[in-house]
């Protein structure tokens, strides 16, 4: 997955931290998932065979949350680089999801039915009882009640790259239509599809810091200005709590921000409990603006050799178009001309003739 996605990743399995990114991105800063409800969930989904499924699958994040008695499933996916194939993909797990709550349920029916038959069977093996768990045939067929339900699922996607998402945000993003010709029949087809949004979050993009309640805040915060410098700084002048930060925030900073000088030497950046991310971040920059001089140092450099190079061929070509003119002036054949060419310029006979032939 790649050092950011661990580390982020990482962050995030703190329950305080997993509620406040579903509060403001699902809800807009609403504190509609509590930390305490929240309990760690296997995130392997077993491949099922009569599906056709062939392997397993993994989520990123997957936390239990109990909350009024009801259980919901929350789920993260973090992505480092485009994936053009995301809304598919969050179907995929979201699908698997359900069909391992619909198997469990069928298992237990299967389970309660079995026993049930066997309590009710009489010294007549002719006389059949009905089931007590299955209503009706529709029931017994499908192994689901009536009244059974399955847990829903809420998914967010979330991107930490540097580039602008420009992938799918919705399975209807990925559909081939047809051609959308004034008159044909794509609209009417598209209109009736079953789309499959997802909920997507651009770690890169300006987020209201005021929504979260946790260090996530200061974390987005950041994450937007990766590429832009003066609004970095003009972000670390006005906001105090980078000069002031816990560690485990500051190792995932220092990571998503390619801070090599803070993962190299953190303790030069300890300032009494904390940690001084503006500091480190300011010697990133430094660093980064070093770099790029001696990178441009060297490239001017590299310039100026291949400019003297391209000098030094074409006086050398000028000086062998005089040689060979005025060596015709004075009467001598191409043959004797080629032979002085190999002797004073170094050139094979094949060059030598090649430069008799343009002049």
Not at 27 to 46: H, I, T
Not at 74 to 83: C, F, K, N, R, T
Not at 202 to 216: M, Y
């Amino acid at each position: 997955m790649g050092k950011e996605n661990d580390a982020l990743l990482s962050y995030l399995e703190d329950n305080m931290r997993f509620a406040d990114l579903f509060n403001c991105f699902y809800f807009g800063g609403r504190q509609m998932v509590k930390a305490k409800d929240l309990e760690q969930a296997s995130e392997l989904y077993p491949p099922d065979e009569k599906a056709g499924q062939k392997g397993p699958r993994i989520r990123d994040i997957k936390k239990r949350l109990l909350s009024g008695g009801w259980l919901k499933l929350l789920a993260v996916e973090a992505q480092s680089e485009i994936s053009y194939a995301m809304p598919w993909r969050v179907m995929d797990y979201d699908c698997r999801e359900y069909g391992q709550q619909i198997r469990q349920i069928q298992r237990k029916n299967r389970d309660a039915d079995a026993a049930g038959r066997l309590q009710n069977r009489t010294a007549d093996a002719a006389i059949q009882r009905p089931s007590p768990v299955y209503g009706d045939a529709g029931e017994r067929l499908g192994q689901f009640r009536r009244e059974d339900r399955i847990a829903p699922v809420y998914t967010l996607c979330l991107y930490h790259g540097t580039e602008e998402w420009n992938g799918p945000r919705s399975l209807m993003d990925m559909m081939d239509f047809g051609p959308e010709a004034p008159g044909s029949e794509s609209q009417t087809w598209k209109n009736w599809f079953a789309d499959y949004p997802m909920r997507l979050i651009c770690a890169n993009e300006p987020t209201e810091k005021g929504i979260f309640r946790t260090s996530l805040g200061i974390l987005f915060a950041l994450l937007p200005y990766r590429k832009d410098k003066s609004g970095l700084r003009r972000l670390l002048e006005r906001e105090t709590a980078y000069r002031n930060m816990d560690e485990e925030t500051a190792r995932t900073v220092s990571v998503l921000m390619g801070i090599k000088s803070f993962m190299k030497k953190t303790e030069n950046y300890r300032e009494g409990d904390g940690y001084n991310m503006c500091k480190a971040i300011q010697d990133m920059m430094e660093d980064s603006r070093m770099e790029g001089w001696e990178a441009g140092e060297k490239a001017g450099w590299e310039k100026g050799e291949k400019a003297r190079e391209d000098a030094r061929i074409k006086e050398e070509a000028k000086g062998i178009r005089i040689f060979i003119q005025s060596n015709r002036d004075d009467g001598a054949a191409d043959e004797i001309i080629a032979d002085k060419l190999q002797k004073y310029y170094a050139m094979s006979a094949q060059n030598a003739w090649a430069a008799l032939s343009r002049e």
